[in-house]
Nanobody, 126 residues
């Protein structure tokens, strides 16, 4: 069982930066791939970024590539999402999620993620 708690959301102006954190409980965090997703009002949840259990492999949605960086610290049971050059269209609730394993490469497929946090709101003003 893995429990996830996101933090770091807020209101920033376009062009600004935020760093989201996702703290995980449970002894099996370090052997799971992790992902970040977001959901804007009236839209479906979409993939943002994912990272392998080791932190070596990462995968990004085209819309955030070059602006967002996913990382993790397994000693702290925490995964991060550094976001720079934020745009109004980045406004959404951001969720972290834990893949059921770390055997396969990190994925955008929501069906692979068994554990989800409660989300943190990110609002970008123009």
């Amino acid at each position: 069982q893995v429990q996830l708690v996101e933090s770091g959301g807020g209101l920033v102006q376009a062009g600004g930066s935020l760093r989201l954190s996702c703290a995980a409980s449970g002894r099996t965090f370090s052997n799971k791939n992790m992902g970040w997703f977001r959901q804007a009002p009236g839209k479906e949840r979409e993939f943002v970024a994912a990272i392998s259990w080791s932190g070596i492999n990462t995968y990004y949605a085209d819309s955030v590539k070059g602006r967002f960086t996913v990382s993790r610290d397994n000693a702290k049971n925490t995964v991060y999402l550094q976001m720079v050059n934020l745009k109004p269209e980045d406004t959404a609730v951001y969720y972290c999620a834990a893949d059921r394993s770390g055997i396969y490469p990190p994925t955008s497929a929501t069906t692979r993620y068994d554990y989800w946090g409660q989300g943190t709101q990110v609002t970008i003003s123009s």
